[in-house]
């Protein structure tokens, strides 16, 4: 009888202490891959091959651009082994195949498009950004990929501002990630609208100086438009971002460079009001 209550003390206690321990540790961060990328309607490279170009970076969502409609996206997940995608429905400018999508290890929910339109000479219509939610390690992420115009040197008008000030407040979701082809650089009054929104470019984080480097255009670098593809991310999520930048192709496949970057965020934040886990 005694043995039996000594044994019983004893797992007792390895389980306090292992409770005692697992409470005191930090709670495990949540590490994120992402990519962005305009395939230029797949003019220059096929599926498969954008596919295998960005298995190195061992991706967990990636946003395209001017994508092709069908099962493009789908193809470049096969060969990433990523089985979930969502394609929106509006192409932009109503370009043919100028799509937008996300491909994404985990599970896609809540799947929407944003249209974007705005009434200005100079800037093509429609714009749009497609939204999904993942969960990566048990916590959720908003993710959008979208395409929009130029909007020069005014800020309240534009595909950006519509996005900062229509749809970005109405989010839920605690953690957000943005990319694709912004065509404006970091700087630019669009810019400067998202980020006054509560986001940061990861480009800041990486310390890249961006007025020295170009995404566009990779086919024709006489035509550089600078840095107009880009990450960003909610700033009250607190993300660190530890790695990432411009990947620079030997044989260009569209003529946009591709972009990546990791991001860490922290398991638990701060409330807050009208957010969800």
């Known amino acids: 009888m005694r043995t039996v209550k000594l044994v019983s003390l004893i797992v007792s206690s390895l389980w306090a202490a292992t409770a005692i321990l697992a409470a005191s540790e930090p709670a495990k961060p949540i590490t994120v891959r992402v990519a962005s990328y305009n395939v230029e309607f797949g003019k220059s490279a096929t599926a498969e091959e954008i596919g295998k170009m960005l298995k190195p970076y061992k991706l967990d969502i990636i946003g395209f651009d001017e994508a092709p409609d069908g099962d493009w996206t789908a193809r470049v997940g096969k060969e990433l082994g990523m089985e979930h995608s969502y394609v929106g429905k509006i192409s932009s400018a109503n370009h043919k195949d100028k799509y937008k999508s996300i491909l994404s290890r985990t599970p896609l929910k809540g799947t929407t498009e944003h249209e974007l339109q705005v009434k200005r000479r100079r800037c093509w219509n429609p714009a749009s950004a497609v939204r999904a939610v993942t969960e990566i390690d048990g916590v959720s992420i908003a993710f959008y990929s979208l395409h929009i115009c130029t909007s020069r040197d005014r800020e309240k008008v534009g595909h950006a501002y519509r996005l900062a000030s229509e749809v970005l407040p109405k989010e839920t979701t605690q953690r957000v990630i943005i990319v694709g082809d912004f065509n404006n650089n970091i700087g630019d009054a669009a810019m400067n609208a998202i980020e006054k929104a509560g986001f940061r470019p990861t480009w800041s984080d990486l310390k890249i100086d961006v007025s020295k480097e170009f995404t566009y255009n990779a086919l ?44 860490v965020f922290p398991r638990e934040l701060k409330a807050v009001k009208g957010s969800q886990p």
């Open 220 to 263: 024709d670098p006489s035509k550089s438009l600078g840095v107009i593809d880009h990450i960003l991310y909610n700033t009250a999520a607190g993300a660190k971002v530890t790695a990432g930048g411009i990947i620079e192709l030997k044989k260009p496949l569209s003529d946009h460079k591709p972009i990546w970057a990791e991001l």
